[in-house]
């Protein structure tokens, strides 16, 4: 079955780069890797997926290792905005996600 | 980014009733879906939703309980039937394959409250 594993909790300092890590041994060769992000039980919202190259966008970096099993969420300049519960997702299946906490 | 709106935004029913929830895409999409988060929980996946044929349901999932249409490429429905009050959480729907092919977007949500 899928499975991702996350830390539950994390700090950040605002203006400092959070790194988030996941790891998913079990994702199958053409699954992406999904993040998403959730405040106060609003819907996820999307940041960024990839598949085997590191991605980048106007949110976040995502950096998956070689053999797949496992990636890392970059958010480069956290804000207190940024303040969520993060979640990898592999094959649809959602774990426990990471509450990140930013603080000034 | 598709955009997906979820109707009611929020209901309070009876035990035993049933509610249908219903999804709209922006856009055409390949793939649609249905979670179910309980309060403090994370997601759990329910069904994917299959244009022109029955959903394919996760394990501890039914048709009879949670029944799903999906009539065309932007648009499903879920019923939760016989409700109860372990019923009571957020329904959000998902949607995966429009224009910019592998992005995979949720909606808002539905909270339902069941007494």
């Known amino acids: 079955d899928a499975k991702t594993t996350q830390p539950p909790s994390m700090d950040c300092a605002e203006g400092r780069a959070a790194n988030l890590p996941c790891n998913h041994s079990?994702?199958?060769?053409?699954?992406?890797v999904y993040w998403y992000r959730q405040i106060h039980s609003q819907g996820p919202q999307y940041i960024i997926h990839g598949l085997k190259n590191n991605e980048t966008n106007e949110m976040a970096s995502l950096i998956i290792t070689e053999d797949r099993k496992s990636s890392t969420l970059i958010l480069p300049h956290a804000t207190l905005r940024d303040t969520a519960v993060y979640y990898c997702?592999?094959?649809?299946?959602f774990g426990t996600g990471t509450r990140l906490q930013v603080f000034p | 980014s598709a955009v997906i709106s979820q109707k009611p935004s929020r209901d309070i029913c009876q035990r035993g009733t049933s509610l249908t929830i219903q999804c709209q895409v922006d856009?055409?999409?390949?793939?649609m879906f249905w979670y179910r988060q309980q309060p403090g929980q994370s997601l759990t996946l329910i069904a994917t939703a299959n244009q022109g044929s029955e959903a394919t349901y996760e394990s501890g999932f039914v048709i009879d309980k949670f029944p799903i249409s999906r009539p065309n490429l932007t648009f499903s429905t879920l019923t939760v039937s016989n409700m109860s009050p372990e019923d009571s959480s957020i329904y959000l729907c998902s949607a995966r394959g429009g224009l910019r092919s592998t992005e995979q977007f949720f909606g808002p949500g539905t909270r339902l409250t069941v007494l």
């Open positions: 856009s055409q999409v390949t793939m």
């Open positions: 997702i592999d094959k649809l299946i």
């Open positions: 079990t994702i199958s060769g053409n699954e992406y």
